[in-house]
């Protein structure tokens, strides 16, 4: 369980797979070095080329008794399918990253790699939670209202993708582990949830999700809010919402679609700047929200939810910044006790068989 | 089919439910009573409480010849549930105008009223298209590219949920619906026409998106540009897109949302006259884009497809322009032979047995 097998005095440890994302190693190395700098409370394994990692690392300033390194020559690429790598690839970077962790080595994975391997290693290495039968990614969406004692823009939906049906217990496993992770993460004590449906009232949607909606109802562990519609991603009415990953992954590229139709308009630096010297701060500061919510990307990663120990998927595109942001969510997930409130909560759903809703 | 019936001689004739709408028949009046003026070329059956429907007439200049009305006093709310409705209240406006056509008095239906009643309607009294096993609610889509002859700032989305699930052949009679409605409407040759999934890969996305992709290939009839993600709703990479209707009312009230939180910039027209004044025209244009994409709705309705005749589905709150274009787009539809040409695509489409894809 995350927090469980954290020894008292090692510092939490983040295995962070330097490998894989869009620019290389060297965003990876120096959100590393910048940490190791500000964050003395935990520690860094960069896994990776060790020829490559060395003297990226070398050229920074950091602090040596903060990072470690784990060599391995190999990783997996975007291009890669991230089936057959498991198997031709063994020694990949992210494989071993989820490695370490399964040996207690580490407490936690970070990745800007390719997310279908990321998932599999971790179901390779590190095992499930007992009771989920499926892990789920998570991704944070920009909303109108604001969640949590931060006061996020951010709401979480989850599956976005691990895989693409779900039964009505798979949801409900959905809905815990989204809860325990809101409540991680944005110090919110009770996240409210609700499930994906075509209307608000309990007998809306195919049978996965009615079915789903009659358990969480019963089910005390989870603050249920029942269904939500489409207009509510946007507006962000709750702090979780689940669905399966084939919706979950239509809707997260269908806000990232908008995102990019809208920055043309929030692009313009010189025009907001002219617009709030002649007093039009309205349409100013609507510019500037819309272009916050276009960077919801960077806080932090997606988390794929159901394993043993928490592991963060970074962008691909991520840059120092944003893998550095993953990482302090990745220690923060791991001192939590997500894990053992994520078992306890599975183990009160009722194990129905339902298997004939699946595809 | 549409076409079909038209009788040489007696103009395209529509039958307008006026009662079912948010604003009331004073809307349908009104918009029967401008067309009666401005278009020649086709017949309003008024259907509703004459008692109502002659007095706001009587306020009106209207052309008394190209009106007439047929009395009922019942009608179905947007509060009725649209099944036990078919059978409480026979003779609802929405009802008689379905018969209407089905008698071959009237060539199409246009309501503003309850949507699962005209969809439930229309099944009970106009029959589908042979070969089609599920209707489905079309619904066009803001998108930054444009599309057909008409330069259109839409494409088609379809089902938007006159079902939740479909399968693969399901899928594949809704994509011959959509193009053979896009070429219609919007005088577009040869439409192009996509499945929603969560990639380009035709492996990609649950088994019935897979089948119908599969099936789509081979089919000459549609102008099949296989899968797009979610990023290319917005965007407006094709035509028509075909997705289920749960997955299709989801994306289009996410949309609606969005718009709502959008609409907060857009409104100060203040602003955007100051703007253009100022010469930034790419901010002041950017903003009425979005604008005019927030006024998707008023293009005409949602036609509701797989029916012998054309109906047209006007948003309930729909004013009389709304309901206006909603009429012209049923008369060239019933005029159009799409009718004949979905039923001649349909019946190539392997009858497989499939349904252990649905839920």
Same mark, same amino acid.
């Given at each position: 369980?995350?927090?469980?097998?954290?020894?008292?005095?090692?510092?939490?440890?983040?295995?962070?797979?330097?490998?894989?994302?869009?620019?290389?190693?060297?965003?990876?190395?120096?959100?590393?070095?910048?940490?190791?700098?500000?964050?003395?409370?935990?520690?860094?394994?960069?896994?990776?080329?060790?020829?490559?990692?060395?003297?990226?690392?070398?050229?920074?300033?950091?602090?040596?008794?903060?990072?470690?390194?784990?060599?391995?020559?190999?990783?997996?690429?975007?291009?890669?399918?991230?089936?057959?790598?498991?198997?031709?690839?063994?020694?990949?970077?992210?494989?071993?990253?989820?490695?370490?962790?399964?040996? =207690?080595?580490? *407490?936690? @994975? %970070? $990745?800007? !790699?390719?997310? /279908?391997?990321?998932? #599999?290693?971790?179901?390779?290495?590190? +095992?499930?939670?007992?009771?989920?039968?499926?892990?789920?990614?998570?991704?944070?969406?920009?909303?109108?209202?604001?969640?949590?004692?931060?006061?996020?823009?951010?709401?979480?939906?989850?599956?976005?993708?691990?895989?693409?049906?779900?039964?009505?217990?798979?949801?409900?496993?959905?809905?815990?582990?989204?809860?325990?992770?809101?409540?991680?993460?944005?110090?919110?004590?009770?996240?409210?949830?609700?499930?994906?449906?075509?209307?608000?009232?309990?007998?809306?949607?195919?049978?996965?999700?009615?079915?789903?909606?009659?358990?969480?109802?019963?089910?005390?562990?989870?603050?249920?809010?029942?269904?939500?519609?489409?207009?509510?991603?946007?507006? =962000?009415?709750? *702090?979780? @919402? %689940? $669905?399966? !990953?084939?919706? /979950?992954?239509?809707? #997260?590229?269908?806000?990232?679609?908008? +995102?990019?139709?809208?920055?043309?308009?929030?692009?313009?630096?010189?025009?907001?700047?002219?617009?709030?010297?002649?007093?039009?701060?309205?349409?100013?500061?609507?510019?500037?929200?819309?272009?916050?919510?276009?960077?919801?990307?960077?806080?932090?990663?997606?988390?794929?939810?159901?394993?043993?120990?928490?592991?963060?998927?970074?962008?691909?595109?991520?840059?120092?910044?944003?893998?550095?942001?993953?990482?302090?969510?990745?220690?923060?997930?791991?001192?939590?006790?997500?894990?053992?409130?994520?078992?306890?909560?599975?183990?009160?759903?009722?194990?129905?068989?339902?298997?004939?809703?699946?595809?």
């Amino acid at each position: 369980m995350p927090g469980a097998t954290v020894t008292p005095g090692r510092p939490t440890t983040i295995a962070l797979d330097c490998m894989g994302g869009d620019h290389g190693p060297v965003e990876a190395v120096e959100a590393a070095a910048q940490l190791s700098l500000s964050r003395p409370d935990f520690h860094l394994i960069l896994v990776g080329d060790v020829n490559e990692l060395g003297p990226l690392l070398d050229e920074r300033e950091y602090e040596p008794g903060r990072i470690s390194f784990r060599h391995t020559p190999d990783w997996i690429t975007m291009e890669d399918s991230p089936r057959t790598a498991m198997d031709d690839k063994p020694e990949a970077s992210v494989l071993v990253a989820c490695h370490l962790v399964a040996d =207690g080595r580490a *407490d936690a @994975v %970070v $990745t800007a !790699g390719n997310t /279908g391997a990321a998932i #599999l290693a971790a179901a390779r290495k590190m +095992g499930r939670i007992p009771g989920v039968r499926r892990a789920a990614l998570a991704a944070v969406t920009p909303t109108e209202q604001t969640h949590g004692p931060n006061e996020d823009p951010f709401a979480l939906l989850l599956d976005v993708g691990a895989t693409l049906t779900a039964s009505a217990r798979d949801l409900v496993t959905f809905a815990i582990m989204g809860s325990a992770y809101a409540e991680a993460i944005s110090n919110n004590p009770r996240p409210s949830v609700a499930l994906l449906s075509n209307g608000t009232e309990a007998h809306k949607g195919p049978p996965e999700v009615v079915g789903a909606h009659e358990m969480l109802a019963e089910l005390s562990e989870v603050n249920f809010a029942g269904n939500v519609e489409g207009l509510d991603i946007p507006r =962000g009415s709750v *702090d979780v @919402v %689940v $669905t399966s !990953g084939f919706l /979950g992954n239509v809707v #997260l590229k269908m806000l990232e679609g908008i +995102g990019e139709v809208i920055s043309e308009l929030a692009k313009d630096a010189y025009a907001r700047r002219f617009l709030w010297r002649f007093g039009l701060t309205m349409l100013s500061s609507g510019l500037r929200q819309i272009q916050q919510a276009l960077d919801w990307e960077q806080y932090g990663g997606a988390p794929i939810l159901g394993f043993s120990q928490p592991i963060i998927k970074a962008h691909g595109r991520s840059k120092a910044r944003a893998i550095g942001n993953a990482c302090k969510v990745a220690v923060k997930a791991a001192r939590s006790d997500m894990g053992r409130v994520i078992e306890r909560a599975v183990a009160k759903v009722p194990s129905v068989e339902e298997e004939g809703t699946q595809a």
